[in-house]
């Protein structure tokens, strides 16, 4: 495989399984699934779209936990491998001077992100309806809370690993204060992380499994082909939305402009915790880790709005795979 991570970390303590004897898929499930059950903490109805990164030779996450009362709520988990999980019962806490800002009535599906010097987490959270809430920590034991990025309605909020034009760079998924029966995926920059402006359109809608919706899912890779992102998209068939997701290749200075979509789906729900749950009919990837050394790549995602689940590939073979079915 060629080397096409730019900048690649090595992460040789990555979760990995082999591709399946016989198998052709390009991302194949863990046997292991689901990896976090619904009642891994005492008050869960729930554990699902979460996001994980590598932390001391270690991992740490924060993590969508819907307690028995059913608010959506967040939590931080560690693991010593990236499969077996220690979740704090505990909801996360952040310091905020902001009274306004920090008063916490939902949070749900998390991504974290390395940006120079520490972890920015993104979130949906709640401001008068959902907007994109913030928060930087470096110990995944302090979090400090800082402005929404946005006014509402917006989710699936994902930001770059680097500053683009000198500014933080972020993804985000324009919606309405409902269940969004529409939502295409725009760009946005920020000097600061206060004032966000500089809207660009990336991409909308197209056939099939992507037919209702889009939005963006782990922090983009970025290689030489471009940024790799993994993006969710969503069908509304006669027994409701099926939420499936595949890959595109960004334009690595102006991430706006897609070189490569891929038409086909990567993973749509076939199984039985995909199919059967909360929400039937749900893959929703929220995080992804990379092995600079192999191209190895773990993807984390919540399945039927239940369970967190782990499936594998290569980014080679993504990028391949998007380039060969680009639409």
């Known amino acids: 495989m060629s080397p096409i991570l730019i900048n690649p970390s090595p992460l040789r303590n990555i979760p990995w399984e082999d591709r399946p004897a016989g198998s052709i898929e390009t991302v194949w499930r863990s046997h292991r699934n689901p990896i976090i059950p619904r009642d891994a903490i005492p ?59 920090a008063r916490f009535v939902y949070g749900y599906d998390p991504r974290v992100c390395w940006i120079e010097d520490r972890f920015y987490v993104t979130w949906c959270n709640w401001y008068h309806g959902p907007t994109i809430g913030a928060a930087t920590t470096t110990d995944f034991v302090t979090f400090d809370q800082l402005e929404n990025a946005y006014l509402p309605f917006n989710r699936n909020g994902v930001l770059f690993p680097r500053k683009i034009n000198g500014n933080f760079a972020m993804l985000s998924r324009p919606s309405d204060n409902g269940h969004t029966p529409f939502g295409d995926i725009f760009y946005s920059e920020s000097p600061d992380f206060v004032y966000w402006g500089r809207h660009r359109y990336v991409m909308g809608t197209a056939g099939g499994w992507q037919s209702t919706k889009v939005g963006a899912g782990p922090i983009p890779i970025e290689t030489t082909e471009g940024w790799l992102l993994i993006y969710h998209g969503v069908l509304t068939s006669c027994n409701g939305f099926v939420y499936s997701f595949s890959a595109a290749l960004l334009d690595l200075e102006k991430p706006w402009k897609v070189i490569a979509r891929a038409e086909p789906y990567l993973i749509s729900p076939w199984m039985q915790y995909e199919c059967v749950g909360d929400v039937p009919n749900v893959t929703f990837p929220c995080a992804a880790l990379v092995d600079g050394d192999t191209g190895r790549m773990a993807i ?10 782990l499936a594998f590939a290569y980014v080679q073979e993504i990028v391949d795979f998007v380039k060969k079915n680009a639409m």
């Not at 936990?65 to 959506?72: I, K, L, Q, V």
Request: proline content about 4%; hydrophobic content about 35%.
């Open 43 to 101: 008050t869960s109805n729930s554990i699902f779209n979460s996001a994980v990164v590598p932390f001391k030779n270690e991992f740490a996450g924060v993590f969508r936990c819907d307690n028995r009362a059913r608010t959506m709520q967040l939590h931080r988990g560690f693991s010593k491998d990236g499969i077996n999980w220690n979740i704090d019962p505990e909801i996360l806490q952040f310091r905020c001077s902001e009274p306004e800002i």
């Open 300 to 309: 984390y995602y919540g399945s039927a709005d239940t369970v967190v689940c």
